[in-house]
């Protein structure tokens, strides 16, 4: 079958056992009322369903996030907003088909979307380039950015990527440089800006176009400073240990709301949003739609002062002025605040 | 003479160093006592004995290795440096008032790896005498006052977590209300993967604090050494109005392993060097460690820095 995750297995071979008994040829012919089986298994799958995706580990979470058939961006942009109208290149060196974005309306409104997109099969993953962008993707994201913020255009990103492309050609145009050039230039844009990761949001290549005033994510994609196979390979030295990686890195929606590292988590339906993609779709509208009108009544300082204090109060320290005394201050220090 | 009121207790290992800054190099030898590396790359080396130069294979004498800030006599090697020794080279006598000298990283994500991270901070704190993997603070260069942030590449391979984001951004911070230049002087692997998201969130904290530093045109430049990479050069040491190198400093994103793992081709001959990335447009110009504060003193003339007024101020 394809791409079943293992964990998915028992309620895979309860589906089959619900279709083959549903399906059964002698049912009708023999007169026999399986309907009180079928209630049964279906009774069943309905718990085993709920038991397994309530249950789901770090890594399994990952698996989701990287499911073939869960919704790209593309999926959310045609899905969820209306008469999109793409926008190409960079205006230096090329148009980077791993980032996808241009006009659109989201009920009405007028926005800028913005995102990374994967491919789903062999050749369009060549032309996505897996959904991993190179320095072109970012400066192209930044030039739209600023295209919307000249023209009053509220911006969404949709992050779904493994990572910024880890390439000679990248590294020959600098996409350090690119990605670093978005956070500061982000952090000043007057519009109002909404991210949501919504698969894999791979460290630097996710945050590259994630610097906003709302940053959501869906309940099974996850937010890592690296991959967890990474992780496990320079930590435990070990690939086999990609799960506790995962794991020891905190990934998942939930711990990112708990810690504060993002404002909201859009539930996905149950099983993932490879399991019902129209309605994975229809959820982010709703709560991107919540968000957009929140930051619409605030003015543009307000908003740029907001921005600068969310991701200015990132970070765990202590400060010990004495020797002994261990006092944690868990948020920053006060700061001045910046004037917008 | 600077250094015994500021003496700091370390653990045996070496002599404190001083948090003032002590005489520049000229006349460092009468005066100070042997600065040591940091890291352990001496530590099964005999003090005061000699140094291979891994370039060129000359024998080293520690003392001449050190009063020319550890660059090779014969070919121009650039040996790793303490973040201390580099701070040393550049600013005046006493002048450097260091910042948050007593911020320690937590283990945020009560990290279970193979060794949890309070361990390795704890081991790291001991080995090197830092607290983190940089040191802010305010400073005289020549007649400017400057904010001024060296990273350490011997704690924890310099990563950036919460501690070196904060600091960073606390010295932006400072030199944006104070209307001060800017020089920060990175080495490092990246983000530290032990602090997870929040480690990754410093790149935009240290970037957006840059962004209001460059909105009152001030200026800020950005020293790469070797080796500064990842989360740390794709945020704030990507960002100077100058970006300056030292020479053969490895400099990128990617790991190579990496690349070479997922392209698949061979690595262009000098690929990811300071000399590298000069010719393929990222970085200003190379210099060599003994010629930065002269460099550095040049540069900040052009950059809108009066330098009576923060004569005045200083």
């Given at each position: 079958m394809r791409h079943q995750l293992d964990f998915e297995k028992p309620i895979i071979e309860l589906r089959r056992k619900l279709d083959e008994l549903k399906k059964h040829p002698d049912a009708h012919a023999l007169g026999l009322n399986l309907e009180v089986e079928i209630e049964q298994i279906e009774k069943r799958l309905e718990e085993t369903r709920c038991q397994v995706y309530s249950e789901l580990t770090a890594w399994q979470r990952v698996q989701i996030a990287r499911h073939p058939k869960r919704p790209f961006v593309l999926d959310y942009i045609r899905g969820a907003f209306t008469g999109f109208v793409e926008l190409h290149g960079d205006r230096l060196f090329a148009d980077d088909r791993a980032m996808v974005g241009g006009f659109a309306q989201l009920n009405g409104h007028r926005v800028m979307v913005i995102g990374t997109q994967k491919g789903r099969d062999t050749k369009e993953n060549i032309l996505r380039n897996f959904g991993s962008a190179h320095p072109e993707g970012y400066r192209k994201a930044l030039r739209l950015m600023r295209l919307a913020d000249k023209f009053g255009l509220p911006i969404i990103t949709l992050i779904d990527t493994a990572g910024a492309y880890p390439g000679i050609g990248a590294e020959e145009r600098h996409i350090a440089e690119a990605i670093a050039v978005n956070l500061r230039e982000m952090m000043l844009l007057e519009v109002p800006i909404i991210a949501a990761v919504v698969g894999e949001g791979g460290s630097g290549g996710a945050l590259g176009i994630g610097v906003a005033d709302r940053v959501l994510i869906l309940e099974n994609a996850y937010y890592s400073v690296i991959s967890p196979e990474g992780c496990a390979s320079i930590l435990w030295k070990d690939r086999a240990a990609t799960a506790k990686a995962a794991e020891a890195l905190k990934i998942t929606a939930k711990e990112l709301k708990a810690f504060g590292l993002v404002d909201a988590v859009v539930p996905e339906p149950l099983g993932g949003a490879h399991n019902d993609p129209a309605d994975a779709v229809a959820l982010l509208k709703v709560q991107l739609l919540i968000h957009l009108d929140e930051l619409q009544k605030l003015s543009s300082g307000d908003r740029l002062r907001m921005r600068y204090q969310k991701f200015r109060a990132f970070g765990l320290f202590q400060e010990n002025n004495a020797p002994g005394s261990e006092v944690a201050q868990p948020e920053a220090a006060p700061t001045p605040a910046q004037p917008a | 003479m600077a250094t015994t009121p500021f003496i700091k207790k370390t653990l045996g290992l070496e002599t404190a160093e001083p948090a003032v800054t002590p005489p520049p190099h000229n006349n460092a030898e009468k005066v100070l006592k042997k600065p040591k590396l940091a890291g352990g790359r001496k530590r099964d080396i005999p003090e005061g004995l000699w140094n291979k130069c891994p370039k060129c294979s000359t024998l080293l004498y520690d003392k001449d290795l050190d009063a020319n800030r550890k660059v090779c006599i014969r070919c121009g090697y650039h040996f790793p440096i303490s973040a201390r020794e580099r701070i040393n080279s550049l600013v005046e006598?006493?002048?450097?008032?260091?910042?948050?000298?007593?911020?320690?990283?937590?283990?945020?994500?009560?990290?279970?790896?193979?060794?949890?991270?309070?361990?390795?901070?704890?081991?790291?704190?001991?080995?090197?005498?830092?607290?983190?993997?940089?040191?802010?603070?305010?400073?005289?260069?020549?007649?400017?006052?400057?904010?001024?942030?060296?990273?350490?590449?011997?704690?924890?391979?310099?990563?950036?977590?919460?501690?070196?984001?904060?600091?960073?951004?606390?010295?932006?911070?400072?030199?944006?209300?104070?209307?001060?230049?800017?020089?920060?002087?990175?080495?490092?692997?990246?983000?530290?993967?032990?602090?997870?998201m929040f480690s990754l969130m410093q790149m935009a904290k240290t970037s957006g604090a840059l962004a209001y530093h460059a909105r009152k045109k001030l200026p800020y430049v950005s020293v790469l050494t070797h080796p500064t990479t990842a989360g740390v050069m794709a945020s704030y040491a990507s960002l100077g109005d100058l970006i300056i190198a030292e020479p053969g400093a490895m400099?990128?994103?990617?790991?190579?392993?990496?690349?070479?793992?997922?392209?698949?081709?061979?690595?262009?001959?000098?690929?990811q060097t300071a000399e590298f990335l000069l010719d393929h447009g990222l970085i200003d110009m190379i210099v060599p460690r003994n010629e930065m504060k002269a460099v550095l003193c040049n540069v900040l003339d052009y950059l809108g820095v009066d330098r009576k007024r923060l004569a005045a101020l200083g």
């Open positions: - | 006598t006493c002048s450097f008032e260091e910042m948050d000298a007593n911020m320690t990283s937590v283990d945020a994500l009560q990290f279970t790896g193979v060794t949890s991270y309070s361990n390795k901070l704890e081991s790291y704190q001991k080995s090197t005498g830092l607290k983190d993997a940089v040191i802010t603070g305010i400073g005289r260069l020549a007649d400017y006052r400057l904010a001024l942030g060296v990273m350490d590449f011997s704690f924890l391979g310099g990563s950036m977590g919460s501690v070196v984001g904060e600091k960073l951004t606390r010295l932006i911070e400072a030199a944006t209300d104070k209307g001060l230049p800017l020089v920060i002087i990175s080495t490092s692997g990246g983000a530290r993967m032990y602090e997870g400099i990128g994103f990617a790991g190579p392993r990496v690349i070479k793992d997922t392209t698949q081709a061979e690595l262009p001959p000098g690929f």
